[in-house]
C-alpha cells in the first residue's frame, strides 16, 4: 500500500471558519487534514496531506507542543497549494517557515521555544511519566484565519511496555529500565549511557528501542547519588554490573548485551567491547572517540578497571568480538569525530576483527548527530548554563537522525 492510499477513508477532523463573504470569495474558509496515523510511536514518521484549499493559495501549516515547563513550541512553513487544492508534506517544499526543503516531518523538529534561540534550545517533553506520550497540534492557516485542526499523539511507549527506575542500593545501578510486553520474542539487550553532561539520560532511547521490542537500560554514570559527582574514576565494573542485570531480564537473550554509548560514554562503550567480549556483543558509537581522555573536569582519571587507571591512549580493540557502528557529524566543534569514527574503524580492520563494523558520516551535521529522530534539538550543549557550540545545523542534524535511526535498528536486527 503507497502513502498517498493511507488517507483513503480516514476521517478528518475539519474546522470551518466564519467571515464576510467578500473574504470567503478570495480564500478558503474549511480545509481537511488528512493524516496516516493520528497515534505513533515518536520515532515513526506519518505523513500529512492538506486539501479542500483554492488551487494555488498560500496556506501556513503550522505545529505547536508544550514542553515539560509548559513552554509553547512552534514551528510553521508557508506553501502554495497546487492546482487541486492541496498540500502535501512529503511533497511540497515551503516557500518560507521553520525549515526548507521538502520533508514530511519538518515541522516536527523544526519546531522552536516561544522565547530563546532555538538553537540553545532542546524540547523535552518529560519522561517517563504516568502519559508516555506527547501531543502535537497541527493548524492551517489562510489569510489570517484558522482554517481547520488536528492533534497528533507521539508516544514513548507502545503497550505492554513497562519501566522502573533502578537504585544504586537495590539495584547495584542507576537508571531506569524498559521492557518490551511479556512474551516477546527474546532480543539483545541494550545498555545507552551519555557523556559529560551527567546524571540518568537517554531515556527516550530506552523507551524507543524497548517499543521496538528491545530491553534497553538508560544508564547514569556520575552525577546520581551514591556516584561520583563529576566524570573522575569510574569504574568499568560498574557498567558490567548494569550489564548483567540486563542481561538477565525477561525478554533479554542471555547471550549478551550491546552497549550504545554517546561522546565520552563511546570511550566506556569501545572499552568495554575491548574488554569484555563474553558480555559485550555489540558497540553503537554516537559521536565517538577512540582515544582515552582525561577527566572532566580534567586532571585526572576517566576510567578504571581492576582499581587500575586506564591509561589514556588509543582505545585498544584486538579483543573486540561483536560489530561495532560509529555515527559521526563532519561539523562536530567538540572533537573530531569523523577522524575518530575513522581510526576506530581502520584499528578494527588492522587487528582483523571479523565482526562487521561500519562509520556512518554525515558532512554537515554536529556533535547532536544522533540519536532518534523528529524531536526539535538545539546546536548547543543543554543544561550546562553556558551555550557552547556542538556544530551542524538543525537540519543537518534532524537529517542525520532521520537516517541514522532506521540504521541503528537494523544493526540490532542484524
Not at 503507497?2 to 478570495?26: I, K, M, N, P, Q
Amino acid at each position: 500500500m503507497g502513502v498517498r492510499d493511507w488517507f483513503v477513508g480516514l476521517t478528518a477532523v475539519v474546522v470551518v471558519g466564519g467571515g464576510a463573504a467578500a473574504c470567503s470569495a478570495r480564500h478558503s474558509t474549511h480545509a481537511t487534514i488528512d493524516v496516516d496515523a493520528t497515534v505513533a510511536l515518536a520515532d515513526q514518521p506519518v505523513h500529512v496531506r492538506v486539501s479542500g484549499l483554492r488551487a494555488r493559495e498560500a496556506v501556513t501549516v503550522a505545529s505547536q507542543a508544550a514542553d515539560a515547563k509548559g513552554q509553547r513550541w512552534r514551528g510553521e512553513a508557508t506553501f502554495a497549494a497546487d492546482g487541486d487544492g492541496v498540500v502535501d508534506l512529503d511533497r511540497s517544499a515551503p516557500v518560507s517557515g521553520s525549515y526548507g526543503g521538502v520533508d514530511g516531518m519538518g515541522l516536527f523538529w523544526s519546531m522552536g521555544p516561544a522565547t530563546g534561540d532555538p538553537d540553545e534550545a532542546w524540547f523535552s517533553p518529560g519522561y517517563p511519566d504516568a502519559a508516555g506520550a506527547y501531543e502535537v497540534r497541527l493548524t492551517v492557516t489562510v489569510a489570517g484565519r484558522e482554517i481547520a485542526a488536528r492533534t497528533l499523539t507521539r508516544q514513548w511507549t507502545t503497550t505492554g511496555v513497562t519501566h522502573r527506575t533502578l537504585t544504586l542500593d537495590v539495584d547495584g545501578a542507576a537508571g531506569v529500565l524498559f521492557l518490551p510486553s511479556p512474551g516477546a520474542v527474546r532480543r539483545t539487550g541494550v545498555l545507552l549511557f551519555g557523556g559529560s553532561e551527567g546524571g540518568v539520560g537517554r531515556k527516550y532511547d530506552a523507551a524507543l528501542l524497548a517499543s521496538h521490542g528491545y530491553p534497553a537500560l538508560a544508564l547514569g554514570y556520575f552525577g546520581v547519588p551514591g556516584l561520583p559527582e563529576t566524570l573522575r574514576d569510574i569504574p568499568l565494573e560498574y557498567f558490567v554490573t548494569a550489564a548483567r542485570l540486563l542481561r538477565a531480564q525477561p525478554g533479554a537473550d542471555p547471550g549478551g548485551v550491546v552497549v550504545n554509548g554517546y561522546s565520552r560514554g563511546s570511550e566506556a562503550a569501545l572499552l568495554l567491547a575491548e574488554s569484555y567480549p563474553d558480555l559485550v556483543r555489540g558497540a553503537i558509537l554516537y559521536a565517538p572517540n577512540d582515544t582515552v581522555w582525561s577527566s572532566f573536569p580534567g586532571g585526572g582519571n576517566a576510567w578504571t578497571i581492576g582499581g587500575v587507571p586506564v591509561p589514556r591512549t588509543a582505545i585498544p580493540v584486538t579483543h573486540v568480538a561483536g560489530p561495532v557502528l560509529a555515527i559521526a557529524g563532519g561539523k562536530d566543534r567538540l572533537w573530531q569525530s569523523v577522524a575518530q569514527a575513522q581510526r576506530i574503524m581502520q584499528h578494527l580492520d588492522d587487528a582483523r576483527v571479523t565482526a562487521g563494523h561500519q562509520a556512518l558520516i554525515y558532512p554537515d551535521a554536529g556533535h547532536g548527530v544522533g540519536s532518534f529522530p523528529y524531536l526539535a534539538a538545539g546546536t548547543s550543549s543543554p543544561g550546562t548554563g553556558v551555550a557552547r557550540s556542538l556544530g551542524g545545523t538543525r537540519d543537518a542534524d534532524a537529517a542525520a537522525r532521520s537516517d541514522g535511526w532506521p540504521k541503528v535498528l537494523a544493526f540490532l536486527a542484524a
